[in-house]
């Protein structure tokens, strides 16, 4: 009689355990989809920040309206585009490219098209021009970057402040460099990077940041929490099934 008494919580243990190693496994991946989730969404707070692109300077890289992803702090390069503020310019959040930075003697014609240390840069971005633009050439101060809307025949730019610091702003000015669009929906993807002005050397255009791999890590760990979640109440609700079936 006593021997019976004895196996029966032996009978019991195997499902418990199966239980309970269950438990430990769902509570490792939802942990786990936690910690992703918060470490994506960490890095997209403190590394980026959302603008919107307030007029047609950029088309058509970036359209009016378009909010916009920047990456904080950092160095820039030719071919980057920037958010960025200069009392000389109004004091307003604006967005341009980078076409010189310190040093650089950079020109342009009524083309639209412009030269920086004697090489004329090709730069398949641009919106077609409709009319002639402003011819001019400066050297850029050191310390200083010359910038310019892709949006050549209708930007507001370095080319209309040439008689303070030769149109230049101050590298201390720029805010952010913009890496992707976010909205609308349809214009959504990565800023891809410009190699026009590779051939001049460094400093060159950047590549995105931590941005898209960030976003990747957050959206999977949320993933994570809602599949072991719905796993976990599933086989909970078989076993429930089960007993009343029992």
Known sequence: MSSVAERAPLAEAGPARRRSTA???????????????VGGFAVLALQYRPYKIPTGS??????????????????VGRGDIVVFQDQDWGNATLVKRVVAVG?????GDREGRITVNGHQVSEPYLAPL?????????????????????????????RSH??????????????????????????AG???????????????????GPLLPAA?????????????SAV???VSLARRLRRRSA
Not at 196 to 206: C, E, K, M, N, Q
């Open 23 to 37: 438990s430990i496994v769902q509570g490792v991946v939802i942990a786990l989809g936690f910690v992703m989730l």
């Open 216 to 228: 990747w890590t957050s959206a999977g760990g949320a993933v994570l929490i809602v599949a072991a």
């Open 162 to 187: 040439l008689d303070v610091a030769f149109g230049s702003v101050p590298v201390s000015g720029v805010k952010a460099r913009v890496e992707a669009v976010i909205q609308p929906l349809s214009r």
């Open 190 to 208: 990565l800023e891809q990077r410009t190699p026009s002005f590779d051939g001049l050397g460094a400093p060159g255009a950047h590549r995105a």
């Open 232 to 234: 976990g109440g599933a």
């Open 130 to 158: 409709r009319m002639g633009t402003t011819e001019f050439s400066v050297t850029v101060p050191e310390g200083r970057l010359f910038l310019l809307g892709d949006f050549r025949g209708n930007s507001l730019d370095s």
């Open 58 to 75: 950029m088309s058509p890289t970036l359209a009016i309206g378009d909010t916009v992803l920047a990456r904080t702090g950092g160095s």
């Open 103 to 107: 040093g650089d003697t950079v020109s």
